[in-house]
């Protein structure tokens, strides 16, 4: 059985960090606080966020933020929700969120809630079940969720779910693992986990896994590593990751490293990414494999990041 090349994946991050000069640069140029998040997150589950220099991407990262509050992909571009969780989650990786105008970027994201419930992602207003998942997961991280109406949007949350146990990203939108992902981990957050179906669903996420172990986002669809961390986060929020072939997934996650040169993709030998990469190490967390440290399946973030949070440890 291969075995995971962890030094190798960390000197893959580290080297298309120092190929164009800053961090954020290991995928497209408008969302470099995402690609933070994803490489940051991966050296940290590796015990490996030492080698970088945090104030260099501290400071970085404040020169992305807003007027408004939110936060923009990179230095000059337009703020928008998912960059402001980024942004949020690789601040609390370093422990940095003191640096933050809380109430200001907290402000920012609960000003997107809409009158039904919903989010909106920037203030053009597109609708999508992951803004309402992005924005609670934010403002949770912030300990300010008393500033949107938590109720109203555990409901919209919950129009979006279908008959067969998933949920989509607006009401009648179909199932599919991405989405559910988002829902399942607000309500998680939000304490609402009640509003589902947990056999039905853990039956329509466990159908993920196909031949080769690895996981698929929708029924007839390719498997993707990517889907390993949304099926499988999905499946321990709601009690039912034990319904998968976890040996079978480790060893489809282990076949799509490039064990020469570092990384992970989607499917074996495609070209690897960082994206792949961050959900290929997540997913082999949630599986438990040895020198990976543990996940939060709603947080997105190492436990110990998340107990240093919520518990003060
Ligand atoms: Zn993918």
């Given at each position: 059985?291969?075995?995971?090349?962890?030094?190798?994946?960390?000197?893959?991050i580290v080297?298309v960090e120092k190929?164009k000069g800053s961090f954020g640069s290991v995928?497209?140029?408008?969302?470099r606080v995402?690609g933070a998040y994803?490489g940051l997150t991966?050296l940290d589950?590796?015990?490996k966020l030492h080698v970088v220099d945090v104030d260099e991407i501290v400071s970085w990262l404040i020169s992305c933020q807003?007027?408004?509050?939110?936060f923009?992909?990179n230095v000059?571009?337009?703020?928008?929700?998912?960059?402001?969780?980024s942004a949020v989650q690789v601040l609390a990786l370093f422990d940095k969120l003191d640096v933050l105008d809380?109430?200001?970027v907290?402000?920012?994201?609960?000003?997107?809630?809409?009158?039904?419930?919903?989010?909106?992602?920037?203030?053009?207003?597109?609708?999508?079940?992951?803004?309402?998942?992005?924005?609670?997961?934010?403002?949770?991280?912030?300990?300010?969720?008393?500033?949107?109406?938590?109720?109203?949007?555990?409901?919209?949350?919950?129009?979006?779910?279908?008959?067969?146990?998933?949920?989509?990203?607006?009401?009648?939108?179909?199932?599919?693992?991405?989405?559910?992902?988002?829902?399942?981990?607000?309500?998680?957050?939000?304490?609402?986990?009640?509003?589902?179906?947990?056999?039905?669903?853990?039956?329509?996420?466990?159908?993920?896994?196909?031949?080769?172990?690895?996981?698929?986002?929708?029924?007839?669809?390719?498997?993707?590593?990517?889907?390993?961390?949304?099926?499988?986060?999905?499946?321990?929020?709601?009690?039912?990751?034990?319904?998968?072939?976890?040996?079978?997934?480790?060893?489809?996650?282990?076949?799509?490293?490039?064990?020469?040169?570092?990384?992970?993709?989607?499917?074996?030998?495609?070209?690897?990414?960082?994206?792949?990469?961050?959900?290929?190490?997540?997913?082999?967390?949630?599986?438990?494999?040895?020198?990976?440290?543990?996940?939060?399946?709603?947080?997105?973030?190492?436990?110990?990041v998340?107990?240093r949070?919520?518990?003060?440890?």
């Open positions: 059985m291969a075995e995971l090349a962890a030094d190798k994946h960390v000197k893959y080297s190929k995928v497209i140029e408008h969302m995402n994803w991966t589950l590796l015990g807003h007027e408004s509050g939110g923009g992909g000059g571009h337009d703020p928008h929700v998912m960059y402001t969780l809380i109430e200001k907290s402000d920012y994201v609960a000003g997107l809630q809409n009158e039904d419930g919903s989010f909106s992602g920037d203030e053009w207003g597109e609708v999508d079940t992951r803004f309402s998942y992005i924005a609670i997961c934010c403002l949770s991280l912030l300990h300010r969720l008393n500033k949107i109406n938590v109720e109203k949007a555990v409901k919209y949350i919950v129009s979006c779910k279908n008959l067969d146990g998933g949920f989509g990203s607006t009401p009648g939108g179909e199932s599919h693992a991405g989405q559910i992902f988002c829902c399942v981990g607000a309500l998680a957050i939000t304490g609402s986990l009640h509003h589902i179906d947990k056999d039905l669903l853990g039956w329509w996420l466990c159908e993920r896994q196909v031949k080769s172990g690895g996981l698929n986002g929708r029924p007839e669809k390719l498997p993707d590593v990517c889907y390993s961390w949304w099926v499988l986060s999905s499946l321990i929020m709601i009690d039912r990751v034990h319904w998968i072939n976890k040996e079978k997934l480790v060893q489809y996650i282990l076949d799509c490293q490039d064990v020469e040169n570092g990384g992970i993709s989607d499917r074996p030998d495609d070209a690897v990414d960082v994206y792949h990469t961050y959900f290929g190490v997540a997913g082999l967390s949630h599986l438990e494999y040895p020198g990976v440290k543990a996940i939060d399946p709603a947080y997105a973030l190492p436990v110990d998340v107990n949070i919520f518990l003060g440890r």
